[in-house]
């Protein structure tokens, strides 16, 4: 049975494979964001050399980093699954001899791999020719790395199941999406990172899971995070990733108790 869901990481990384001239295009755009957010920071910095904890190197390479691994952990994985409850089309998903959540699980890996190989990786490489982005050179950092990096995709695919599992209950959650969108880009660091929130809402940040999707793993990338509390990092990401498997359950439980097709 487990041959058949890696069938479907594979299907969708063709599926995307397909479609890769959009993502080459997407390059350019995030390496303008990048560019964007480095003379941002650059006029923010000023001559200071530190700010919040983040030297200018580390800021540089933590922003390049951050929106590059965005490109991994992204899917529209709500989306779809409120696409599919909107047309009926989940339904016929329901009745087939496979685990409905697990398979959008699996397809969202399979456009995180495409992602990763044919947009994050030659991104990176393009965005560190153009700014002077500082790599780590130690290969246990990057091994540990991509470790957190999987925890984001898991945790960040968590928050987009349970996102689109509400269109049972509200029928139109394209408000709820877009504002899940905001909120993940924004506290989980991307926009600016957590350390340079005031304290009171660090202080929230620290009981959310948004964190553990972008802001540790890069603050760990960057050297910000030392490598020996790199465990304690992992370990968060795993209890959020344990802990969003609740709402998930019950919300899916509550759910296939009360579908109807509105179309299809």
Known sequence: MMSAYVDFIRIRFLMMLAYRVNYYSGIIIYAINIGAYYFLWQAIYGSQDTLAGFTVPQMTTYIAVSWMARAFYFNNLDREIANEIRDGS?????????????????????????????????????????????????????????????????????????????????????????????????????VVPIAFFPGWLSGIMEWLPFQAITYLPSSFFTGRTPLEEAGSVMLLQLFWFLLLLIPIWLTWRAARKRLFVQGG
């Open 90 to 190: 989940v339904a016929v998903q329901l009745i087939r001899p496979y685990n409905y959540l697990f398979v959008k699980m699996m397809q969202g890996f399979g456009e995180g791999l495409f992602r990763l190989l044919l947009f994050m990786v030659p991104g990176l490489f393009i965005v560190c020719l153009i700014f002077p982005v500082s790599l780590p050179t130690d290969p246990k950092v990057w091994l540990i790395y991509l470790v957190m990096l999987f925890f984001s995709f898991l945790i960040n695919s968590q928050i987009n199941i349970l996102t689109g599992l509400f269109a049972f209950f509200v029928e139109n959650n394209e408000g709820m999406m877009r504002m899940k969108r905001v909120m993940v880009d924004l506290f989980s660091g991307v």
